[in-house]
């Protein structure tokens, strides 16, 4: 299979996943006719309300720290805008007033566009990783159909996250360090954790660049003239989320605005380990119990699959699941293991062996729609 086979073939894909999830709303009877409107409602939910908001009126002016921080007051659930980050709903807002379309119209086009280059960029990658384009193909399709991943597809920022990420370690894999730093300055302000991908990233350039390898360092490379100029790119990250700040603390008075707003969903500091297995009312309990197992089984994998990733790649699996646990919530836990191509290179390696390993792409798939089921009924396993 060539490069550019291989990029027709999962666009292709993508969009029989794309039919795939109308005609699965509407024979499951969620929505009563196939038509734009009901397509685009198939795709909206939960947080897309938020970024709508933000899209149509930007972020308001916080005078209160209540306003902020959100909780129960009064019998009323206050929650805040500034919880979820900037970059989504400002290029909804740019299309829809460049266009003239409806925010809707807007997050429908930016999921057409980033859903593709979400995995033509994972297609990409793993032709340079694996050296096997059949094999990057079923990765790429592998990824494709898995359980929860209707989310790449969704009005949600995680193809926006993804497409950004995967690129930047395209860029460093290719040497582009420029093109590097643009992408870095998105990728930190799409969502919270955006700003922890410079350290899988940069020591991903570290191992490329043959400064650390076989778990140690080249001390005379890592202080090379070389080295310490391309490490400056890395530097456009930690900028713009300065920048982000200084905006914040100007609209609220607080430098980290969003990370007060998490106060508004429940969410507290605490170690990792207990946000697994909690259970705050009977209505929860069900989604708690699978989202803690969800992510048990991933943390196993990866234990699992440690020795076989660089390091740079371990730090990123780690990172994305022991910080949001750290919150204090697991709700959202299938989304944040869903970027996680590590592991899914991992998984597909073992099943691209298989005689079955077709047969299971159609298992996975088949999961993927009962877990779609769920979210669109608005009783999800996980948000």
Known sequence: MTYINGVVRIIAVLFLLKVGYLLFAYFSGNINEINYDSYKYSLSRNDFGWYSRIATNGYSTITQKRDLAGGWYDGRLIQSEWAFFPVYPSLCRAITNIAGWSVFESALLLSYIFSITTFVGLFTFCCLYCKNNLQAFYITILVMVFPFHYYYSMFYTEALFFTFMIFSFICIYKKQYLLLSLFLIPLTLIRPNGIVLVAPL????????????????????????????????????????????????????????????????????????????????????????????????????????????????????????????????????????????????????????????????????????????????????GF
Not at 224 to 253: E, H, V
Not at 343 to 367: D, E, N, P, V
């Open 202 to 381: 940069y020591f991903y350039y570290l191992e490329q660049t043959d400064v650390f390898q076989n778990w140690s360092f080249d001390w005379k490379k890592l202080f090379s003239r070389s080295t310490i100029l391309n490490s400056l790119y890395f530097l456009a990250a930690p900028i713009a989320l300065g920048i982000y700040c200084l905006y914040q603390y100007s609209k609220t008075g607080y430098y980290f605005a969003f990370a007060v707003a998490q106060g508004g969903w429940g969410k507290t500091t605490m170690m990792p380990y207990n946000a697994l297995y909690q259970y705050h009312d009977q209505a929860s309990n069900l989604m708690d119990m699978f989202n803690s197992t969800y992510t048990v089984i991933a943390m196993i994998f990866a234990l699992f699959a440690w020795r076989k990733l660089p390091l740079s790649f371990n730090i990123l699996i780690w990172l994305a699941i022991i910080l949001p646990l750290t919150a204090g919530s697991v709700i959202s836990m299938p989304r944040y293991i869903s970027t996680l191509f590590p592991l899914f290179i991992i998984l597909a390696y073992h099943l691209y062996k298989t005689k079955y390993k077709f047969l299971i792409l159609g298992c996975l798939f088949c999961l993927q729609l009962y877990t779609y089921y769920h979210f669109f009924n608005n009783s999800p396993l």
